[in-house]
C-alpha cells in the first residue's frame, strides 16, 4: 500500500485526530460489519492519510489494500459526466439540446399519472429530456432498484438493468426510451439510469463505443491503470469480493471476486455504475477535478467546464426538488451539480462541509467529496450493500473535517 506523501501538519491536518479516522475503521472490521475498507485524505495536493484493514476477500483471507481492485458503481458517473462535458467543449451539441436530436427513440415521451402495470394512465411530456436533464437526474427517468413506484416496477419488469443486461447498451435504452417518465422533464430530481442513457450518447455523438471513448479520452490519459469494466485475469487476486449483512448482520457473499460477473468483459458498459477501480486511481481522478480539468500536465477540460460541473443546477435543494432523503443522508442543503452532489448549507444538511463541496458514491457504500475551499478530498472505499446499511458516508465526513486545524486558502500557506 502507498505511504502517505507528507505529514498530516504540513497541510493544516492534525495527526492525532486522522488517527480517530484509523480507529473507526479498526472498529467496523473488528465488529464484523465490514470485511474490509480503505480510506485515502489528501489537501494540497499531498495524501496524509491512506490507510487500510480488514480483508478484501474474506474465503481467501486476501488483505484490503490500497492497490485492492472494488466496484465502484455510481462514483462511475462522474467519469461519464467528464465524456459527456469534453464532447460539450467540442461544440457538439450544448446541454440545452433534446437528447432526441442523438436519440430519437426518446421523441413523443409520456408520464405516469397512475393506473397499474397493465393500464397505466399518463399525460404526453411537457417538453422534450434536455442532456443537462439527464446530467442532473431531471430527466423523469428512474432505477427499477427503487422499489418505489409504478415505473420503477416497470423497470424491473423489463429487465432495464444496465449492471446484468447481456443485449447492447443500445438496446437497453431504446428499452427504457418505451416507457413512461416517472415526472415532467425538469419538474423533480430523481435518481436514475441518466447517466446510462448519457453513455449511449457519448458514443453516438463521437462514433466510438462508450467503453472505448472512456479508456481513450479519460482513464489512460489521467494514469488510471486498474481502472475499467471488468477486472483482467491477471488482475483478479487484487479483486474484492462483494457482501451485504444476511441473518444477524453476518456478512455474506453476494458477487465474488474470482468467479462473479466482473471477471470478463461486459456485453454493456454502464456509465452510471460499471467501472472498478482502486483507491489510488480515484485519487487521480479527485486531483484532475480539484484542479479544474488538469493532471500532470494532461487538461481534458477547460476550467470554466469544471466549474460548471460543480454548480448546483437545481431550483434550491433535493428536497426542493422531491428527494429528502436518499441512501443513508439527508438531501436538505444539498443541490447537485453535472455529475455531482453539491453542498449548498452544511447547518440545513445537518453534517460538517463547505458549501461548493462536490461528492458521490457507489451502491457498495463507497464514496468520495472534493472540497475545493479547503483544497482537499477523501476517499472511502469498501464492498458492503446497500450503501444504506451503515452511516459510514456521515460518520467519516465528521472525523476527516474535524482534522481540520488551520485556515483554509492560501493565505494559510507558509
Not at 394512465?121 to 427503487?146: C, K, Q, W
Not at 417518465?181 to 457519448?202: F, K, M, R
Request: glycine share 10%.
Amino acid at each position: 500500500m502507498s505511504e502517505p506523501t507528507c505529514a498530516p501538519e504540513a497541510v493544516g491536518l492534525c495527526a492525532e485526530r486522522l488517527e480517530r479516522v484509523d480507529g473507526w475503521m479498526r472498529r467496523y472490521v473488528e465488529s464484523g460489519r465490514l470485511a474490509g475498507l480503505s480510506v485515502t485524505v489528501a489537501r494540497r495536493g499531498e495524501i496524509a492519510f491512506a490507510r487500510a484493514h480488514g480483508l478484501c476477500d474474506l474465503a481467501r483471507g486476501r488483505p484490503m489494500a490500497r492497490d485492492t481492485i472494488l466496484r465502484i458503481y455510481s462514483m462511475t458517473k462522474p467519469l461519464t459526466s467528464v465524456a459527456v462535458m469534453m464532447l460539450y467543449e467540442e461544440g457538439r451539441f450544448q446541454l440545452d439540446d433534446p437528447v432526441t436530436r442523438f436519440l430519437p427513440e426518446f421523441r413523443g415521451m409520456r408520464v405516469l399519472t397512475g393506473g397499474s402495470r397493465r393500464k397505466w394512465e399518463n399525460v404526453p411530456a411537457e417538453r422534450d429530456i434536455t442532456i443537462r436533464d439527464l446530467l442532473t437526474h431531471t430527466s423523469g427517468l428512474t432505477y427499477g432498484f427503487m422499489e418505489s413506484t409504478l415505473v420503477d416496477a416497470m423497470y424491473r419488469d423489463e429487465g432495464i438493468d444496465f449492471q446484468t443486461a447481456e443485449t447492447s447498451l443500445a438496446e437497453v435504452v431504446a428499452k427504457a426510451a418505451s416507457l413512461p417518465l416517472l415526472s415532467q422533464p425538469g419538474a423533480e430530481w430523481n435518481y436514475s439510469i441518466g447517466t446510462d442513457v448519457l453513455g449511449h450518447l457519448v458514443a453516438v455523438v463521437s462514433g466510438q463505443p462508450f467503453d472505448a471513448f472512456l479508456r481513450e479520452r479519460i482513464i489512460r490519459p489521467l494514469g488510471m491503470v486498474d481502472t475499467d469494466f471488468h477486472v483482467p485475469a491477471e488482475k483478479l487476486a487484487r479483486f474484492a469480493s462483494n457482501y451485504a449483512h444476511g441473518e444477524g448482520g453476518r456478512l455474506t457473499l453476494i458477487d465474488d471476486a474470482v468467479e462473479g460477473r466482473y471477471a470478463h468483459p461486459r456485453r454493456v458498459a454502464s456509465g452510471g455504475g460499471g467501472l472498478v477501480s482502486t483507491a489510488a486511481d480515484y485519487a487521480r481522478f479527485c486531483r484532475f477535478i480539484l484542479n479544474r480539468g488538469e493532471l500532470d500536465g494532461v487538461r481534458l477540460l477547460g476550467r470554466k467546464s469544471v466549474d460548471l460541473m460543480t454548480t448546483n443546477h437545481l431550483r434550491g435543494d433535493l428536497a426542493d426538488m422531491g428527494q429528502p432523503r436518499f441512501s443513508e443522508s439527508s438531501y436538505a442543503g444539498i443541490g447537485f451539480g453535472l455529475g455531482f452532489s453539491v453542498m449548498l448549507d452544511p447547518a440545513k444538511a445537518q453534517i460538517l462541509g463547505t458549501p461548493g463541496e462536490v461528492a458521490w458514491g457507489g451502491a457498495a457504500s463507497t464514496a468520495f467529496w472534493i472540497d475545493p475551499a479547503e483544497e482537499l478530498f477523501v476517499i472511502l472505499l469498501t464492498q458492503l450493500m446497500p450503501s444504506s446499511a451503515l452511516p459510514l458516508r456521515r460518520e467519516l465526513r465528521v472525523l476527516t473535517y474535524a482534522a481540520l486545524v488551520d485556515q483554509a486558502g492560501p493565505t494559510a500557506r507558509r
